[in-house]
């Protein structure tokens, strides 16, 4: 059975219709299937729901590094380093100094906004802001870095493009509107629509004045940008990973 998609059937496609897909896989992207599977008597129906979802894991692993008991049996007679009795005590002692060592190194993590992540809880309770569980790490640095930095200027264009850009980790540019007292927030550092956008607006509503707006401008890869790439360049990206490649100007 032929399964290759024709062109014109392509082209009829929008941006959410293929935006999950990669270039390389778009004629096997629309294929769907309804099978049963059977094990053991009991029937298993398998329908052709397409369920996507995102899991952030982060894994904290402080390993210690001095072998704390080896040093201290050093100091022993060598007639006491096969006593059982010192044994037990050393291997007490070495339990107590790995676990120092790695409390010191937490702490020592939680000093640098970059790197906290026990000490975010304290950073957001100082400045009052709400925390939000689905946050990432990153994403409440953002905002606890923003807040900093409005808490102790005035509010002007340059306070607002250094909220922004701690936010998007690129360049924003400031600019007036035709209508008075709107102003565009435009992102010109990275493609597409920034992670955490509503910290943004949250972050920005706290510190500019009652009287102005803000609006939001995206920028994305258009076309022009792409032709001298070939499709091999583009197999492992998807289009909506294409359209936001910062790798392409």
Not at 67 to 95: C, G, H, Q
Request: proline share 2%; aromatic share 12%; glycine share 4%.
């Amino acid at each position: 059975m032929d399964i290759k998609r024709r062109w014109d059937e392509v082209n009829t496609l929008t941006w959410d219709d293929i935006g999950l897909y990669q270039w390389g896989k778009l004629v096997l992207a629309f294929m769907g299937a309804n099978s049963e599977v059977e094990v053991q008597g009991v029937r298993v129906k398998h329908s052709p729901t397409i369920i996507r979802a995102i899991t952030e894991m982060i894994v904290n692993i402080v390993v210690s590094e001095r072998d704390y008991k080896s040093t201290m049996i050093e100091y022993l007679p060598w007639y006491e380093r096969k006593s059982v009795i010192f044994d037990a005590i050393l291997n007490a002692y070495d339990k107590e100094f790995r676990k120092l060592e790695q409390d010191f190194q937490v702490v020592e993590r939680n000093v640098f906004l970059d790197t906290a992540i026990e000490s975010l809880n304290l950073h957001e309770r100082d400045l009052g802001i709400q925390n939000v569980s689905k946050l990432r790490y990153d994403q409440r640095r953002e905002q606890i870095s923003s807040r900093y930095r409005s808490s102790f200027d005035q509010t002007t264009e340059e306070t607002i493009k250094s909220v922004a850009m701690a936010f998007s980790n690129g360049e924003v540019e400031i600019n007036k509107t035709d209508i008075p007292g709107l102003y565009e927030i435009k992102f010109v550092g990275i493609k597409g629509i920034p992670n955490n956008l509503e910290g943004l607006k949250k972050a920005l509503d706290i510190i500019i004045p009652a009287h102005l707006a803000l609006t939001y401008t995206f920028t994305y890869n258009v076309w022009d940008f792409v032709s001298k790439l070939t499709w091999g360049d583009c197999l492992d990206k998807t289009w909506d990973e294409l359209r936001t490649w910062n790798e392409v100007s």
